[in-house]
């Protein structure tokens, strides 16, 4: 039981914000790709293998994480206890843990395309290398945004076989929704970071850290009606994306408290409920 136990602190299988945080552009480039006037079993059956994907590949980047800032942890109020930091779990065996996670995640890709297959191959050295960033750049968060929206490039081609404008835009706008969660998420560790000597972007725009939050959701949100106008969607799609406009702008910017490590922390898992609000946006802009 206690083996099982260091096994779900290991991969944050108890907190599943982050594979949800994955696995919603995953679902928003299905949505946007998929013909709901005809097949549907090839949209829900890859919802399932993107979300066993999804827990597979976060699980196995929280191991390598822990792996690679086992001795960074520890001087963090927040990680110190976690398996790795505090010696209850060895590296070999964390090792393989990753290699069989790995493992399962390769056997689901199989399913896909060959385009897919060579995309989500691809992938693996920016969802490998991104703990290693914050070591040498203030913007470990922007290699987290390219590899966490990779999915919605990957869904759409496991659609529709090709790669086009649409999922690259969508993408590179996701990039900045990505980069200004976790911009928020960093400051429940900045003083602890600021002492080690690590960096990121809570850090570099902690003085005005809600000009850069504000850039960065604009971005995202302008990409998001450059996609609706250039997918011809209807009138509703604009009007309730409205509904995320506010809730990135008023509720997560205007609410934040950089000093309250408990209000980052809900604005960041609010982000869930954002992927969702989006994900049926794309999907009432593109059903009627």
């Known amino acids: 039981m206690k083996n099982f136990e260091l096994f779900l602190e290991l991969t944050r299988l108890k907190k599943p914000i982050g594979f949800l945080l994955l696995f919603w552009p995953c679902l928003w480039g299905l949505t946007l790709a998929n013909n709901f006037s005809n097949d549907y079993f090839l ?38 206890n976690r398996p790795l930091a505090s010696g209850q779990i060895s590296v070999g065996l964390s090792l393989i843990l990753v290699l069989l996670l790995c493992f399962a995640a390769f056997v689901i890709l199989i399913q896909f395309n060959l385009n897919t297959i060579i995309l989500g ?33 990957m869904a759409w081609v496991s659609i529709t076989n090709e790669l086009n404008i649409y999922p690259v835009i969508f993408y590179l706008g996701a990039i900045f929704w990505t980069l200004g969660y976790d911009t928020i998420y960093g400051f429940q560790d900045i003083k602890d970071d600021e002492i080690i000597g690590v960096k990121s972007t809570s850090i570099k725009f902690k003085k005005n850290p809600k000009i850069f939050l504000v850039s960065c959701y604009s971005i995202f949100y302008i990409s998001m009606i450059i996609l609706g106008v250039l997918m ?10 409205l509904l995320i406009f506010l809730h990135l702008m008023f509720y997560q910017v205007k609410s934040l408290k950089v000093l309250e490590p408990t209000t980052c922390l809900k604005i960041f898992k609010s982000n869930n409920f954002l992927g969702l609000l989006v994900f049926l946006n794309i999907l009432v802009g593109n059903s009627f």
């Open 121 to 153: 191959l691809l992938s693996m050295p920016f969802a490998f290398t991104y703990p290693l960033m914050k070591r040498f750049t203030y913007w470990p968060q922007l290699f987290l945004g390219i590899t966490f929206n990779y999915g919605i490039i």
């Open 43 to 80: 949209f829900f059956k890859h919802c399932i293998l993107f979300l066993m994907g999804a827990v597979l590949m976060r699980s196995a980047g929280c191991i390598v994480n822990d792996i690679l800032d086992r001795k960074i942890d520890k001087m963090v109020e927040r990680t110190k």
């Open 232 to 241: 011809s969607y209807n009138l509703f799609y604009f009007l309730f994306s």
